[in-house]
């Protein structure tokens, strides 16, 4: 049973570049979750999807945008990408009603220069 | 709002030794509580969680963690660490609302000695 699977592990991208993010959650999951790390600190909620669409937010910036596909997997984009957005993307999937069994991939590591 | 505190950045203890690792929370309800602990360059991987009913919570690796509602923490236990423990661990709460989204602590950073 394949668990959460992230695309990719690792990249570097330039000040002021886009990047996306993706995300395959784990085999019946419905509901996908992404969190920052950055260095030091704890996962940091940025947002959540199901059904295709937003569910909720965190603290961070319009920068940051989402999409889930009709097959539940997901990406996470960031525009104008700044120096402060190096961190590790974390993906958690879920089931809608079973809402604290979240399942977190390994994450994508990015790098901005 | 909720917020999780770890106070302790950095532990070392030896092979063998008894661990504990600290966390306190801010909620107004009952909190839903967990325990993650991630290997370096790996997700999140969880260790056990409190909803309701004992307080003390057995978990995966033999960890457990004891919810007390008076001190508002929820400290990880373990009697004999292995070198394979060496990890970060993060006590997390769920915030509550549509999301149920997770609340991370900043993370407790164990190191073994051999």
């Excluded at chain 1, 699977?5 to 959650?25: A, D, E, M």
């Excluded at chain 2, 004992?54 to 929820?74: C, M, N, P, Y």
């Excluded at chain 2, 660490?81 to 149920?100: I, L, M, P, R």
Aim: aromatic share 12%; net charge neutral.
């Amino acid at each position: 049973d394949a668990g959460v699977t992230q695309s990719p592990t690792h990249l570097i991208k330039t000040r002021g570049q886009q990047v996306t993010l993706r995300c395959s959650p784990k085999s019946g999951h419905d509901t996908v979750s992404w969190y920052q790390q950055a260095l030091g600190q704890g996962p940091q909620f940025i947002f959540q999807y199901y059904e295709e669409e937003e569910r909720q937010r965190g603290n961070f910036p319009d920068r940051f945008s989402g999409h889930q596909f009709p097959n539940y997997s997901s990406e996470l984009n960031v525009n104008a990408l700044l120096l402060g957005d190096s961190a590790l993307y974390l993906c958690a999937s879920s089931l809608v009603g079973e809402n604290y069994g979240y399942t977190f991939g390994s994450g994508t590591r990015l790098t901005v220069v | 709002a909720q917020s999780v505190t770890q106070p302790d950045i950095h532990i070392t203890v030896s092979e063998g030794a008894s661990l504990e690792l600290r966390c306190n929370y801010s909620y107004g309800a009952t909190p839903y509580l967990f325990w993650y602990v991630q290997s370096p360059g790996q997700g999140l991987q969880l260790l056990l969680k409190y909803f309701s009913g004992d307080t003390l919570v057995q978990g995966i690796k033999g960890f457990e963690a004891e919810f007390k509602r008076s001190q508002s923490s929820f400290n990880l236990r373990k009697p004999s660490v292995h070198w394979s423990d060496a990890a970060e661990y993060f006590c997390a709460v769920v915030s509550g609302g549509a999301t149920n989204k997770l609340i991370f602590g900043t993370g407790t950073l164990l190191a073994v000695q051999p």
